[in-house]
């Protein structure tokens, strides 16, 4: 007879769905110091999305690519950061995640291809 294990850590709502103010979900001060710098950088400038498709469009957004879900350490890491224009970061990165799927791949140096 196999043992079940349910994990008592609660699960950290979408920040879709997530109702706290954006401070309160990790957001704050840090993170738009960190956006602003991250975006600032040349190769960060243009979304990576529309690149691929190849158009340049400014990026506006810093995408987690793995969905951090509370994770601090996934957060910050800048590894996990792709710039993104707001339509592709509101429409084509929702639909991957409510799916669950990602259908966008990464090449070595974690840009995306398409």
Known sequence: MGSHYMSTTP??????????????????????RERKAFLSRPEN????????EGRDTAATVVDHKTPHKGDETLMWDQANWQPLCKP????????????????????????VVW
Not at 11 to 24: C, F, G
Not at 45 to 52: D, E, F, Q
């Open 11 to 32: 699960r950290q709502p979408s920040w879709r769905t997530d109702k706290r103010k954006t401070a309160e979900r990790g957001y704050g001060g840090r993170w738009q």
């Open 88 to 111: 592709h970061h509101d429409s084509d990165k929702q639909i991957e995640e409510k799916k669950g799927e990602q259908r966008t791949r990464f090449d070595s140096n974690g840009r």
């Open 45 to 52: 400038v243009l979304c990576v999305m529309c690149k691929a």
